[in-house]
T-cell receptor, first 109, second 113 residues
Framework: GQNIDQPTEMTATEGAIVQINCTYQTSGFNGLFWYQQHAGEAPTFLSYNVLDGLEEKGRFSSFLSRSKGYSYLLLKELQMKDSASYLCAVRDSNYQLIWGAGTKLIIKP | IAGITQAPTSQILAAGRRMTLRCTQDMRHNAMYWYRQDLGLGLRLIHYSNTAGTTGKGEVPDGYSVSRANTDDFPLTLASAVPSQTSVYFC????????????FGQGTRLTVV
C-alpha cells in the first residue's frame, strides 16, 4: 500500500530552527509537496521537490532524497505565525496526491 | 478576488438526507478535486476532474457523486448521508492535473446526525 509518515506533533521555540521529516512509500513518484494549514483554514502551498536536493524559499527550505523515500521541511527564524500543521504529499505514478496526516507545529515564546 | 469558493461553510444534516456541496473557481483551472479531511488522517481524495466534462474516482468515492458541466463549477453530492460522512470537505483546483500547486477552498464542515 501507499504510505506517508510524518510526526504527529512538534514543539519549537520562537526564533529557533525546526526540521519536519516525511518518509514515503508510494507506487511511483512524480513530486513531493509541502503545504501549510492553519487551524480551521485551507491548506496553502509551500514547496515542491521533484529532483534530489534542497529547495530554498526565504525562511523555508525543503529537501528530497528519492532513493531514501525521504524529505524534510526546514523552518528558520521561527515566528509565532508559523504555528500550524504542515502536510507532506507525494504525487504517485497516476498523478494522484497521497497525503500524510500532517505535523502540528507548536511555537512557544 | 480570484479564487475558489465553497458553500455552505458548515452544515448539520440528518442521516438519509441528500446534500450538495458547491464549489466554484474563477481562475479558469482545468483540474478540480474534492477531498475530505478527518482528524488523524491525511486528506483523502473523493473525486476529481481533469477537465470540464470528465470526472474520475479517487481513494474514497463511495456514497459521493460529482459532475463537471463547465470549467468553473464542481459540485459534490451525497445521495443519502450517513454519520461516517461527517468530515471537513475541501474543494481544490489546479491549472492542470500535473501542475505543482493546488489552490484550496475554505472548506465545508459537515456533520451528519
Amino acid at each position: 500500500g501507499q504510505n506517508i509518515d510524518q510526526p504527529t506533533e512538534m514543539t519549537a521555540t520562537e526564533g529557533a530552527i525546526v526540521q519536519i521529516n516525511c518518509t514515503y512509500q508510494t507506487s511511483g513518484f512524480n513530486g513531493l509537496f509541502w503545504y501549510q494549514q492553519h487551524a480551521g483554514e485551507a491548506p496553502t502551498f509551500l514547496s515542491y521537490n521533484v529532483l534530489d536536493g534542497l529547495e530554498e524559499k526565504g525562511r523555508f527550505s525543503s529537501f528530497l532524497s528519492r532513493s531514501k523515500g525521504y524529505s524534510y521541511l526546514l523552518l528558520k527564524e521561527l515566528q509565532m505565525k508559523d504555528s500550524a500543521s504542515y502536510l507532506c504529499a507525494v504525487r504517485d505514478s497516476n498523478y494522484q496526491l497521497i497525503w500524510g496526516a500532517g505535523t502540528k507545529l507548536i511555537i512557544k515564546p | 478576488i480570484a479564487g475558489i469558493t465553497q458553500a455552505p461553510t458548515s452544515q448539520i444534516l440528518a442521516a438519509g438526507r441528500r446534500m450538495t456541496l458547491r464549489c466554484t473557481q474563477d481562475m479558469r483551472h482545468n483540474a478540480m478535486y474534492w477531498y475530505r479531511q478527518d482528524l488523524g488522517l491525511g486528506l483523502r481524495l473523493i473525486h476529481y476532474s481533469n477537465t470540464a466534462g470528465t470526472t474520475g474516482k479517487g481513494e474514497v468515492p463511495d456514497g459521493y457523486s460529482v459532475s463537471r458541466a463547465n470549467t468553473d463549477d464542481f459540485p459534490l453530492t451525497l445521495a443519502s448521508a450517513v454519520p461516517s460522512q461527517t468530515s471537513v470537505y475541501f474543494c481544490a483546483s489546479s491549472v492542470s492535473g500535473g501542475e505543482t500547486e493546488a489552490f484550496f477552498g475554505q472548506g465545508t464542515r459537515l456533520t451528519v446526525v
